[in-house]
């Protein structure tokens, strides 16, 4: 089922930050969300992970969706491992060697025992992409999912991406256009725009 937004509002204090944003995200769809700095971006993606209420409007298609998402600021466990971070959010008893291979493909090996705390930052972005594909989910919502890569790095995270998407709907928020065309975005919707 497509997800709906139609009339969505948020407004912090005297600043509106959505104003009446109606869009549909196709099921099984990557979309491109973007627009500059303070126009909503990360706000509607907390919207539809229930972490934020709208002010107004209506949100059809979320209803028994299984989310899962690599949010713009870090959300990892410090004293646990690369191994250990991703684990925790997958049903017990799932392969450690998977997940392993996982880290791997994002080019991780050998940084998977280390605790993340003693992890670049790259490297941890990785994790945490690593942490929402494997996450059983219908809808994979990504805030700046390459942040922080140098280009070889956000190849292979593309790569990794579209290697295990499985047919997800994904909302992609970024602010570089090569990142929804690099990870086929069906469409575009500018929060510029609005």
């Given at each position: 089922m497509d997800i709906l937004l139609t009339d969505l509002s948020k407004s912090f204090g005297e600043k509106t930050v959505l104003s009446h944003l109606s869009a549909r995200f196709p099921q099984g769809e990557c979309t491109g969300v973007m627009g500059p700095s303070g126009r909503g971006k990360t706000t509607l993606f907390q919207i539809l992970l229930g972490l934020t209420p709208p002010d107004s409007g209506k949100i059809e298609g979320l209803d028994g969706l299984r989310c899962s998402a690599v949010f713009q600021e870090e959300r990892l466990l410090e004293g646990l491992s690369a191994l250990e971070?991703?684990?925790?959010?997958?049903?017990?008893?799932?392969?450690?060697?998977?997940?392993?291979?996982?880290?791997?493909?994002?080019?991780?090996?050998?940084?998977?025992?280390?605790?993340?705390?003693?992890?670049?930052?790259?490297?941890?972005?990785?994790?945490?992409?690593?942490?929402?594909?494997?996450?059983?989910?219908?809808?994979?919502?990504?805030?700046?999912?390459?942040?922080?890569?140098?280009?070889?790095?956000?190849?292979?995270?593309?790569?990794?991406?579209?290697?295990?998407?499985?047919?997800?709907?994904?909302?992609?928020?970024?602010h570089n256009p090569a990142d929804c065309q690099d990870l086929g975005c069906q469409q575009l919707l500018d929060l510029g725009a609005q």
């Amino acid at each position: 089922m497509d997800i709906l937004l139609t009339d969505l509002s948020k407004s912090f204090g005297e600043k509106t930050v959505l104003s009446h944003l109606s869009a549909r995200f196709p099921q099984g769809e990557c979309t491109g969300v973007m627009g500059p700095s303070g126009r909503g971006k990360t706000t509607l993606f907390q919207i539809l992970l229930g972490l934020t209420p709208p002010d107004s409007g209506k949100i059809e298609g979320l209803d028994g969706l299984r989310c899962s998402a690599v949010f713009q600021e870090e959300r990892l466990l410090e004293g646990l491992s690369a191994l250990e971070n991703v684990a925790f959010v997958l049903p017990r008893g799932f392969s450690r060697e998977i997940i392993g291979e996982h880290l791997l493909a994002l080019g991780l090996g050998g940084s998977e025992s280390l605790p993340v705390r003693e992890l670049s930052g790259g490297m941890r972005r990785r994790v945490s992409l690593a942490r929402a594909v494997l996450s059983p989910s219908d809808l994979l919502l990504l805030d700046e999912p390459f942040q922080g890569l140098d280009e070889a790095t956000r190849q292979k995270a593309i790569k990794y991406l579209l290697d295990h998407r499985a047919g997800r709907t994904l909302l992609l928020i970024t602010h570089n256009p090569a990142d929804c065309q690099d990870l086929g975005c069906q469409q575009l919707l500018d929060l510029g725009a609005q």
